[in-house]
């Protein structure tokens, strides 16, 4: 064999191997944003709840390469206390090998035990209805409400790479609190972009 074609054929086999492990994609990184995230912020201006005005943003939306987030709250006719706040996250980059969906897959499953483990009772021995939780369908790829009687709901949905919280305070602990609650959520998903 030639001495100047053995250096050549040594390089191809070199290239032929490298392309065998390469799948083709570039590597995922911190703060790369996720070219396969579906959401990437919210348009809306806070929803409005029934018979009333729009929430109000409590702080600017926060914005960076790995995520966005904003928070509206409500308040009592009084404008004393907190009746419905809502939060959205917008997971936007992909961090640890996770992808954007992954992780706000994982933030939800972390909710729900969370959410679950403490559907029980405050004192031991009480009378008082245990705090529950419920799975929701329709909204979403995936929500479930935690119901706590004599203080309101708290509904948790997921869209693809977001996630939507909402705080429904009512003393009362009907069903319109769960009801209210939801509709919210529904309108939040709607402003995703």
Do not use: H
């Not at 004192?123 to 935690?146: H, I, M, Q, Y």
């Amino acid at each position: 064999m030639n001495i100047a074609v053995r250096p050549l054929i040594l390089l191809g086999t070199a290239l032929l191997a490298v392309s065998a492990c390469d799948n083709g994609g570039t590597p995922e990184s911190a703060n790369t944003p996720d070219a396969a995230a579906k959401w990437s912020g919210f348009a809306k201006e806070c929803p409005a709840l029934p018979g009333q005005e729009p929430g109000k943003r409590s702080a600017a939306a926060y914005r960076s390469p790995t995520l966005f987030s904003v928070r509206c709250q409500y308040r009592t006719a009084d404008n004393k206390k907190e009746k419905v706040a809502l939060s959205v996250t917008v997971y936007r980059a992909a961090s640890g090998g996770s992808t954007a969906e992954q992780l706000a897959i994982g933030v939800m499953e972390k909710d729900r035990a969370t959410a679950t483990a403490t559907a029980q009772p405050a004192v031991t021995g009480s009378t008082a209805p245990a705090a529950s939780t419920e799975p929701l369908d329709g909204l979403g790829d995936n929500a479930f409400a935690r119901l706590v009687p004599k203080r309101g709901v708290r509904v948790y949905a997921r869209s693809a790479n977001a996630l939507v919280q909402v705080d429904y305070t009512d003393p009362e602990g009907g069903g319109e609190a769960l009801a209210e609650a939801t509709e919210i959520t529904r309108q939040a998903l709607t402003g995703l972009l």
